[in-house]
């Protein structure tokens, strides 16, 4: 078997965004939903977001990233492209792992949206109270 076939995998989630991460060795390129990540994304700083655990261990130019993602917004998926691109790393060298981990790549960040709250007009703001 090759080692030009081989594949890591990570899954990240960010807000209500899942991204499934495949890693390769190979020129750095990175495809999301089978577009360019600068295509897809058209945000210098998201594309900045995705790539940050590349350039913490020092791999942009030797890894080729293949994401899918689905679900919320952009920023959303940038981030969960960004916790799968990290794990996927820990599973192709498990060495990696505490200078991501140092980072705070691994770890998810489990804030969302509060929900609306029915008779209010959002999830904290309230109607003006009148006394009289």
Same mark, same amino acid.
């Given at each position: 078997?090759? @080692? ?6 990570? @899954? &990240? ?18 495809? *999301?939903?089978?577009?360019?990540? &600068? %295509? ?16 913490? +261990? %020092? ?5 080729? *990233?293949? +994401? @899918? ?20 790393? +820990? ?8 200078? $991501?981990?140092?980072?705070?790549? $691994? @770890?998810?960040?489990?804030?969302? *949206? ?19």
């Amino acid at each position: 078997m090759s @080692t030009e076939s081989v594949k890591w995998y990570g @899954t &990240g989630r960010r807000k209500s965004s899942v991204a499934r991460v495949w890693i390769s060795q190979g020129s750095g390129q990175m495809q *999301v939903n089978r577009r360019d990540s &600068g %295509e897809y994304f058209r945000r210098e700083s998201l594309c900045m977001k995705m790539r940050q655990p590349l350039e913490v +261990v %020092e791999l942009s130019d030797e890894i080729d *990233v293949f +994401v @899918t993602t689905l679900g919320g917004g952009l920023s959303g998926q940038a981030g969960a492209i960004r916790h799968g691109l990290a794990r996927a790393l +820990v599973a192709y060298n498990p060495e990696l792992r505490t200078a $991501l981990k140092r980072a705070g790549f $691994l @770890t998810r960040d489990a804030r969302v *949206v509060e929900r609306k709250k029915y008779g209010q007009p959002g999830a904290r703001k309230r109607f003006q109270f009148s006394k009289r």
